[in-house]
């Protein structure tokens, strides 16, 4: 899984972020399309959107990986604002011309990137990029690992923008040569270092990382890309491989039966890009006798009724859990400490992943809910006016959520790494960061004109990718 969630925990002040050349927040363009959102749905997506306007360099596009605390870029974050950028169009919050600009520009960055093994003065390898990158440069940051996953994110923004910018003007054909080209570049069999298992990444000190894409999560969008690849594929047998575990990673604790991971990021992140509704692959279409209709978005609807009812247990007794207050995903959280609350010893962390059981300190990130609209429409929406409601402006903000709280810790007996203690509310995060604040908007979109699926739909690289994977059935018979 994305080794940042997991390993990075408290490193991300210290870089730059230069924000001058940012464009201002953009005025309405043009009449919007699709059906009409409820209100504060509407809200949170435009405000969410504005995030990226804001925070996005006009010189180079390296999305930051959080804001306003200083920061490095993310790779993942900036493949999430190539695909906001079309969405604006959409809404009529940005114009076409700023959009394919800013698109061009970006995609012309990652193309003339300096590559190679060195350590330093370069953004990436083999085709891959660095987990983050300077803001500046575009060269690795740190000592930070070449991210399979990432890059994967990257490539997938990339290639949505190739799609939707489908016109004759000269900017929009170098979009889509350009993103094809870094795509067709990236060596994904290089990647396979054990046997049908892709690593999860690469440092130029050590090598090869020792995890590997082989536990459901989002990994299926780093798998497919690399299957479908024109120039570099990996064998179909990585989608068996990747599959052999789930007869293990079943679970009905808190719902239905569903393959697990417990922070739902794994459980968003592809999906963002690929519409899997109604396409089975050969291990799905075994489960059809069992459970028909059972799909890999339908694991995801009962992934998210699992975290609200586990919500509603809170086996834990953490405050603010309920039927209308749910969502455990990775986030930033209060510190690394202990601190005893009312007669009883909590734990809490600083940067980590959440879920069920796993981790849960009390944080809830309002992404986790946010981005699972299309798979519980009327839960998320009542979640997100419960949020706001309860909390207010010291959660809610002039760019949407900012990206955790926990109303478990209303004092603090010792230092917070992140975020300040409000009274009456508890903790709550001070910064927005880009891979949470992207699957907001994308999805919210995906649920209100599918705009995103429409055009992966299509998309001959990722649809090369799923068939060679077995998948079969549904919108993909026809692609």
Request: aromatic letters at 12%; proline letters at 6%; hydrophobic letters at 40%.
């Amino acid at each position: 899984m994305d080794r940042r969630r997991f390993l990075m925990g408290s490193t991300f002040v210290g870089a730059a972020l230069a924000v001058t050349g940012c464009a201002t927040m953009p005025s309405a363009m043009t009449a919007p399309t699709g059906p009409v959102l409820d209100a504060d749905l509407e809200d949170l997506q435009r405000k969410t959107f504005d995030w990226f306007v804001q925070v996005t360099p006009r010189s180079n596009g390296l999305t930051p990986d959080r804001w306003p605390t200083r920061s490095f870029s993310s790779v993942a974050a900036v493949g999430f604002a190539l695909t906001v950028w079309p969405v604006g169009v959409e809404r009529g919050w940005m114009s076409r011309e700023e959009a394919r600009e800013r698109t061009l520009t970006t995609i012309r960055f990652f193309h003339e990137l300096p590559q190679g093994p060195e350590p330093t003065g370069k953004g990436g390898y083999k085709g891959f990029f660095y987990h983050f990158l300077d803001m500046d440069t575009g060269h690795r940051f740190g000592t930070t690992e070449l991210s399979t996953v990432d890059t994967a994110l990257l490539i997938a923004g990339m290639l949505f923008a190739a799609r939707w910018f489908d016109g004759d003007h000269p900017q929009e054909r170098e979009i889509r040569e350009r993103a094809q080209a870094v795509y067709e570049r990236v060596e994904w069999d290089w990647a396979v270092v054990r046997p049908n298992r892709i690593t999860m990444g690469w440092h130029p000190e050590t090598g090869f990382i020792p995890s590997d894409w082989n536990v459901y999560n989002e990994g299926m969008i780093v798998l497919l890309l690399a299957i479908g690849s024109p120039t570099h594929p990996v064998p179909t047998t990585v989608w068996d491989e990747w599959c052999s575990v789930y007869d293990h990673s079943w679970t009905d604790q808190w719902g239905p039966k569903h393959l697990h991971f417990a922070p739902l990021f794994g459980h968003e992140f592809s999906h963002m890009y690929i519409d899997f509704r109604g396409i089975h692959d050969a291990w799905m279409r075994e489960q059809q006798a069992e459970m028909p209709g059972f799909d890999y978005f339908q694991n995801s609807v009962r992934a998210v009724d699992a975290q609200r009812k586990y919500a509603i247990d809170n086996p834990m007794g953490w405050a603010g859990y309920s039927a209308d207050v749910w969502g455990l995903t990775a986030c930033d959280g209060p510190g690394d400490f202990r601190q005893v609350i009312d007669g009883r010893e909590r734990e809490f962390f600083s940067y980590s992943a959440r879920g069920p059981g796993d981790r849960d300190d009390g944080t809830i990130a309002p992404t986790a809910a946010m981005a699972s609209l299309p798979f519980a429409p009327a839960h998320v929406t009542a979640c997100l006016k419960a949020m706001k409601a309860r909390y207010g402006a010291a959660l809610y903000t002039r760019y949407g959520f900012l990206d955790s709280f926990n109303p478990t810790l209303t004092q603090r007996d010792g230092p917070l790494q992140h975020g300040k203690i409000y009274p009456g509310i508890g903790w709550v995060a001070d910064d927005y960061l880009g891979i949470d604040q992207g699957p907001i908007v994308i999805q919210i979109e995906n649920h209100r004109s599918e705009i995103v699926w429409k055009h992966m739909r299509g998309e001959p690289n990722l649809t090369r990718g799923l068939k060679r994977a077995g998948f079969t059935g549904g919108w993909l018979d026809n692609a």
